[in-house]
């Protein structure tokens, strides 16, 4: 995790990790375009090398993820609202992906 995670993020993750779950979080926040959202993703969830950079490759990545992860996802604001459209399908996809392995939070922090 490279960004700062505030104090009740930052509890949670740590209750997590002390339970023994996975857990990860997804910094977006300055990602205002596809190709730099799916960087992020490669970078902070560390998927494999074979990550083809679009949507069905991000699906199956996120399938290798363990079972249980919860995935934090902090700072979309601002892909949301440079690219509604992008980020509807991202959130389909990680709604796709919670119902199967992960457990995914979007952190509702204040707009910077």
Known sequence: MTEHT?????????????????????????????????????RDLDLPNWFGRNWDALADSLSELPRGTL????????????????????????TESAGERLSVLLALEPAS
């Open 6 to 42: 505030p104090g009740p993020l930052a509890e949670l993750l740590g209750a997590a990790r002390s339970a023994e779950l996975p857990a990860v979080v997804l910094g977006l926040g300055g990602i205002t375009d596809k190709a730099a959202f799916m960087e992020r993703c490669a």
């Open 71 to 94: 995935l934090v996802v902090r700072g979309w604001r601002d892909y949301a609202t440079a690219r509604p459209e992008e980020w509807a399908v991202a959130q389909d996809v990680l």
